[in-house]
């Protein structure tokens, strides 16, 4: 069977879009990891389905390049929305769910295929203390450490490690962070599913902010996150003497690239 297919990117994070309304698309894991293959496949840091939603405007289910389904993912959900636009769904504001629960998603603007789009996140209640590492979950697990410089660190070989580690029995993704001024990080992820590292990860942007604010930065609630592959931003509302984090907001561009069809028989 023949397949239409979008790609889309949300700095330098890309994705697979599919628009599965009529269910034609079976995500089997082993299919979903050719497709991502960089060399065999069409290529992406994970896949997404768009389907019908009785209550909101539609459903999203992520899928990691290795066939495993996500939770979540922020890139992702704005990826996602901008296609959800390029499809006539829904208004400037959107409503979808995810694995980790509801959304919301706001067009900021958009200029041909691109767009600034915003996504609500889930609420953080609680961060882990490893005493030189903290840990905690936004949408998916996260863990965050500070360094001097993002440049230096073997992010594929600590993180690497770091993923599968005991302490972490249902692994985790790992991020090293640099404190650039009050309010700016520069951040480099090591993405679970992915098995390596990415150009930007979403999520990993939202816990960086979140712990920096947290352990480092008490009074700032605004971040702009440069990432490998552009900037991320990311606001909340934080209840003071807690770990409470809510009304997050991630924020950032995003583009479709190129659209095709593939063939579910012969892949």
């Known amino acids: 069977m023949l397949l239409r297919f979008a790609k889309y990117e949300g700095a330098g994070n890309d994705f697979i879009l599919l628009d599965n309304r009529e269910e034609c698309f079976v995500p089997e894991a082993a299919l979903i990891a050719r497709l991502c293959d960089r060399h065999f496949g069409i290529g992406a840091d994970?896949?997404?389905?768009?389907?019908?939603?009785a209550e909101l405007d539609c459903s999203m289910r992520?899928?990691?390049?290795?066939?495993?389904?996500?939770?979540m993912c922020g890139n992702g959900a704005r990826c996602f929305t901008l296609?959800?636009?390029?499809l006539g769904i829904g208004g400037e504001v959107k409503f979808f769910d995810a694995a980790?629960?509801?959304?919301?998603?706001?067009?900021?603007?958009?200029?041909g295929f691109a767009g600034e789009i915003e996504v609500g996140m889930?609420?953080?209640?609680?961060?882990?203390?490893?005493?030189?590492w903290w840990s905690l979950n936004t949408g998916v697990p996260h863990y965050v450490e500070f360094v001097p410089d993002v440049a230096a660190v073997d992010v594929?070989?600590?993180?690497?490690?770091?993923?599968?580690?005991?302490?972490?029995?249902?692994?985790?993704?790992?991020n090293f962070v640099q404190e650039l001024a009050p309010g700016e990080l520069r951040v480099r992820t090591y993405e679970r599913g992915v098995e390596n590292e990415t150009l930007a990860c979403g999520t990993g942007a939202t816990a960086a902010a979140i712990v920096t604010s947290f352990v480092r930065q008490p009074d700032v609630r605004r971040f702009r996150i440069e990432v490998p592959g552009g900037e991320l931003r990311v606001r909340f509302r934080h209840t003071a003497g807690t770990a409470r984090y809510d009304e997050i907001r991630l924020s950032g561009g995003a583009r479709r690239v190129f659209e095709g069809t593939f063939d579910t028989e012969n892949f």
């Not at 992520?62 to 939770?71: I, K, L, P």
């Not at 296609?83 to 390029?86: G, L, P």
């Open 122 to 132: 889930i609420d953080v209640g609680e961060i882990g203390d490893g005493g030189t």
């Open 83 to 86: 296609f959800a636009e390029h």
């Open 62 to 71: 992520y899928y990691n390049a290795d066939g495993s389904e996500g939770e």
């Open 156 to 174: 594929v070989g600590r993180g690497r490690a770091i993923r599968y580690d005991a302490r972490f029995p249902q692994g985790t993704n790992v």
């Open 100 to 111: 980790d629960g509801l959304h919301m998603a706001r067009v900021l603007r958009t200029q």
């Open 46 to 53: 994970g896949l997404m389905t768009l389907r019908r939603s």
